[in-house]
């Protein structure tokens, strides 16, 4: 991020607006709004600042600025067309420790202006970092349309009774739950149904009926698909959003693991070959102690967790210790990744059927049963196998396949990140060597691959690439 995202009160604050034109109008009716007092420095004002200053809803100097003008201000906003006052009044500012805004010139600004979605006392600003307003101002208009004026009566009913709610749960995280089962259930309901009373009748019965006592913990085992955050389930989401500690793997991208909540404890299990940055029984043993401390958990994984994620092993565990958990399918790799490499898993005219191997298997070797997959009219999509692809190449032409069989390897795929090396089975290792390929990879052998050249149709920003 390139701003802090903060929320300033300057209610009865003096702040100091530079220009007298439409646009410092529109940042002056804001901080009105706000409650800020507001004084205006510009040598002439236009009619709608004028018909403000007779109201004397402000107050107004008829001079250029200079940085006295700045003393008693808490903020300032630079809105001229002369770039030099706007330096000048940026520089003094930030002297003088003062936040300060210049209209359409983020790089003289400590703080900007974003696009407004107002449901007070909910508000939610949406910025582009000053990179494109007019992006913001749309994706407030589509907010607008999605959220309903009714949502600010939800959050002054929250607000009434929050300390009710406080006094009531003497467990924090008790009382955080009880404030999302509410919100997502019949209460919120019946407020955007304009029922206000039911609705605050619903939340005194629900608070009686709940205990002050530990909350019961749980484990999501939550698949986080091949690495594009845009493939994450709804419910994955969801759940990331609610929990308590997240336990993620290497695989997981950091663009999916900054959806997980704010505040939630990250713990980073990841592994590599050979590398475990905790045991898989540890890992299993830590589900267990964090679910019987009342902690809500979410064992994050990339892919799919019953595909080669081992989540069967983790769930085994917490059946044992009688631990409550939900697993929620991601999109596997092999589906994912092949996609966005335009090449299909099965196709008419090459595959009928499609297979799914490790590269390694759980002693290390790679001992795969060579004639099964050695077959023809077969996809063999193999996981993990980037160091062993040498071995991996030899032994299917040793079983059958001929050199010439497509090959691809993918790295990264679905990402910015995602590289392509397409060659043959006797091609593919000397090629993968020599584009410098590092993990997560994806094999896929078969004559689908020729197919990646017309259909491919996804175009990661190269630049980005290792």
């Avoid at 702040?15 to 409650?35: D, S, Y």
């Avoid at 004397?56 to 100097?61: A, D, F, L, P, Q």
């Avoid at 990140?417 to 410098?436: E, R």
Wanted: glycine share 6%.
């Amino acid at each position: 991020m390139d701003f802090l995202p903060i929320f300033i009160n300057v209610k009865n604050q003096s702040c100091l607006v530079v220009g007298g034109g439409e646009v410092a109008a529109r940042k002056i009716l804001l901080l009105l709004q706000v409650g800020a007092q507001v004084c205006v420095i510009s040598p002439k004002l236009n009619e709608q600042l004028a018909t403000l200053l007779t109201q004397k809803k402000i107050t107004h100097r008829a001079e250029s600025f200079q940085p006295a003008h700045l003393e008693g201000a808490v903020l300032a906003i630079a809105a001229t067309n002369d770039r030099a006052t706007n330096q000048l009044v940026s520089e003094s500012a930030k002297k003088q420790c003062i936040p300060v805004n210049v209209v359409d010139n983020p790089d003289l600004c400590t703080f900007i202006m974003p696009s407004i979605v107002d449901r007070s006392p909910l508000l939610i600003a949406i910025s582009s970092s000053g990179q494109s307003p007019v992006l913001a101002r749309q994706l407030r208009s589509h907010l607008e349309t999605i959220i309903p004026q009714t949502y600010a009566n939800l959050a002054t009913i929250a607000g009434e009774f929050r300390n009710k709610v406080k006094q009531h749960f003497s467990n924090s995280e008790k009382r955080r739950i009880f404030w999302e089962k509410l919100l997502q259930g019949p209460f919120k309901e019946m407020v955007l149904a304009g029922k206000n009373k039911t609705a605050q009748d619903y939340l005194i019965q629900s608070l009686q009926n709940e205990t002050d006592t530990a909350p019961q913990g749980e484990v999501y085992l939550v698949g986080a698909g091949p690495g594009n955050p845009d493939l994450l389930t709804f419910r994955a989401l969801r759940l990331m959003q609610q929990a308590d500690v997240v336990v993620y793997d290497r695989l997981v991208s950091p663009a999916i693991l900054d959806m997980v909540r704010r505040d939630a404890t990250r713990i980073y299990a990841g592994k590599e070959r050979n590398l475990h940055a905790i045991p898989q029984e540890s890992i299993n043993n830590l589900l267990v102690r964090l679910a019987k401390e009342g902690k809500r958990v979410v064992r994050l994984k990339g892919g799919d967790p019953f595909i080669f994620g081992r989540g069967g092993e983790e769930i085994e565990t917490l059946t044992t210790h009688n631990i409550p958990f939900q697993v929620v399918p991601g999109i596997t790799a092999a589906s994912g990744v092949a996609s966005y490499a335009g090449i299909p898993l099965t196709h008419r005219d090459y595959a009928q059927s499609c297979i799914f191997v490790t590269g390694h298997l759980k002693n290390g070797s790679i001992d795969l049963d060579w004639p099964t997959l050695a077959q023809p009219n077969q996809t063999i999509v193999i996981y993990m196998g980037l160091l062993g692809l040498p071995v991996l190449c030899q032994q299917l032409i040793a079983h059958g396949l001929p050199t010439t069989t497509p090959a691809a390897i993918i790295q990264q795929g679905t990402t910015q990140k995602q590289k392509i090396v397409v060659g043959s089975l006797q091609t593919l290792p000397d090629l993968t060597i020599a584009a410098n390929l590092v993990p997560p990879t994806l094999i896929i052998v078969g004559e689908v691959v020729k197919l990646h050249q017309n259909l491919a149709w996804f175009e990661p920003q190269q630049e980005n690439n290792p």
